[in-house]
């Protein structure tokens, strides 16, 4: 069983800046991108940012661009993804997953509200 696991979610005013964490298995994360997704309530899961092996980012959803970082710390074999400026709609669920293996970690809840 590959176990990708998230955390960091909860509850934040807006405003607010989190940083959420994805920790990888060793065997894959040197060798494989990774992605964050997110499904608020009522809608489709979503690309949030993803980040190639190199370290390369990619960011899919246009509202984030400019307040969401993703980076990688391949001493740790962990991916961030940095939010800041946090709005009422960037409430989600927020999941990792290994890009191309289909292994997806549990889910994070991030609740905006003031």
């Known amino acids: 069983q590959v176990q990708v696991v998230e955390s960091g979610g909860g509850s934040v005013q807006p405003g607010g800046s989190p940083r959420l964490s994805c920790a990888v298995p060793?065997?894959?994360?040197?060798?494989?991108?990774v992605g964050w997704y997110r499904q608020a309530p009522g809608r489709q899961r979503e690309l949030v940012a993803s980040i190639s092996s190199g370290g390369s980012p990619y960011y899919a959803n246009s509202p984030v661009k400019g307040r969401f970082i993703i980076s990688r710390d391949n001493a740790k074999n962990t991916v961030y993804l940095q939010m800041d400026d946090l709005k009422p709609e960037d409430t989600a669920v927020y999941y990792c997953?290994?890009?191309?293996?289909?292994?997806w970690g549990q889910g994070t809840q991030v609740t905006v509200s003031s």
């Open positions: 997953t290994i890009s191309g293996m289909g292994y």
């Open positions: 060793g065997s894959y994360f040197s060798s494989h991108g």
